[in-house]
């Protein structure tokens, strides 16, 4: 169950809102050697230690100053759920107390291992992270975008939604594609992608992260520039700037022409794949007219477009479209020389698949059925 307030206490700053560097010059004025700040984020991230007391090689003296200016602590496990035979497991997890007191926030994290060969080994372990606790992005297929927006989470809560998943099992994959736009929490996302790949953190391969944006064009410009080999995707959802504006109101200022060239810079500058996400929404966006147009629209670019049949979730104005109709938008998109798939989907039934991450504390407990 959730923790409650005596459990935190919050004069205590997690360790991971740091950088490493900054880590190392606060331990500097400690007149700590400049290795120690490395040998932490090992305890941390290798050995996933969740307290200073572990770090048996460091001097108690440190260990005990440590404890009491920085926490490691992991986020509490409000409640767990599996699905898929278990290659599907979503984790609610409670961040604790605000500064100013308010509780209750929580945030959902899933891991999806991916076992190809069917050896009972997992070759891939994903796991797709929030970045804020609900959304302002307002999508009206989504249900996060129902709920409204509460605040943005911390470079730490973004690691240890990772961390949650890496003390179990190796992680291999990360998809910032959880409750949040990440790029609307841009200096988080970066910060944690930091610790995730660079060698003393948790050194995933850059190539092996997707972050998915429903298009904030200077985010993703921003994102071109800091030096990553990330993958992006771009959420469309539309081929024409009318039908893209009612299905996502924030994106009214952007104009799919703009997403397409910022798209096309992110590829020269990165030398990354761009993909475009599609929600197909019945009758709303999947016509074969609505394919070839949005072939038009993309045409000529590095780019694969990913069709996403819409889970049922908020709207119950918006339905999944048949097989038949999916399968028609998939071929005349193939005809017109797109490279284009339709996204498999995992952990429906627990509601974990894209647009499905909600944060209803309450409900959540009830319902819950811990591991
Ligand atoms: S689809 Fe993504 S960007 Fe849109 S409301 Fe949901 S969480 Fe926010």
């Not at 900054?22 to 230690?49: C, K, S």
């Not at 804020?132 to 009206?140: H, K, L, S, T």
């Not at 050194?203 to 200077?218: A, E, N, P």
Request: charged share 25%; aromatic share 6%; proline share 5%.
């Amino acid at each position: 169950m959730s923790a409650g307030l005596a459990e935190y206490d919050l004069n205590m700053r997690p360790l991971l809102d740091l950088s490493l560097e900054a880590l190392a010059a606060e331990l500097a004025t400690w007149g700590e050697p400049a290795y120690r700040a490395r040998q932490i984020a090992e305890w941390v991230f290798r050995h996933g230690a969740t307290d200073f007391e572990a770090m048996t090689p460091l001097p108690p003296a440190l260990r005990a100053r440590l404890a009491e200016t920085f926490t490691i602590a992991p986020l509490p496990v409000i409640a767990n759920r599996a699905a898929d035979d278990g290659a599907t497991t979503k984790a609610l997890l409670d961040l604790g107390p605000t500064p100013d007191g308010r509780t209750g926030d929580a945030v959902e994290t899933v891991r999806m291992d991916y076992d190809p060969d069917d050896d009972g080994e997992a070759d891939r372990t994903t796991v797709c992270v929030s970045t804020q606790v609900g959304c302002a992005m307002g999508c009206r297929f989504c249900a996060t975008g129902q709920q409204g927006f509460t605040r943005n989470l911390s470079p730490s809560e973004i690691i240890a939604q990772v961390l949650h998943f890496s003390r179990e099992r190796r992680v291999t994959n990360l998809v910032f594609m959880g409750m949040g736009e990440p790029l609307a929490n841009y200096a988080s996302t970066v910060a944690a992608i930091r610790w995730l790949t660079r060698p003393e953190g948790l050194d995933l391969r850059q190539r092996g992260i997707t972050v998915s944006t429903v298009g904030l064009v200077h985010g993703i410009d921003r994102l071109s520039r800091e030096g990553l080999q990330i993958g992006l995707t771009i959420s469309l959802h539309a081929p024409d700037d009318e039908l893209r504006r009612q299905l996502i109101p924030t994106s009214a200022g952007t104009t799919i022409d703009e997403l397409v060239e910022a798209a096309r810079l992110y590829i020269e500058r990165c030398g990354r794949r761009v993909t475009f996400a599609y929600a197909l929404l019945d009758r709303v966006n999947d016509e074969p007219e609505q394919a070839r147009a949005l072939a038009r629209r993309i045409r000529g670019i590095q780019a694969h477009v990913n069709l996403i049949p819409y889970n049922p979730t908020a709207g119950p104005d918006l339905r999944r479209p048949s097989r038949e109709r999916v399968r028609a938008f998939l071929h005349e998109l193939q005809a017109a020389g797109i490279n284009a798939t339709v996204r498999i989907e995992r952990g429906v039934e627990i509601a974990a698949a894209c647009g499905q991450l909600r944060t209803d504390v309450q409900r959540a407990s009830m319902m819950a059925v811990d591991l």
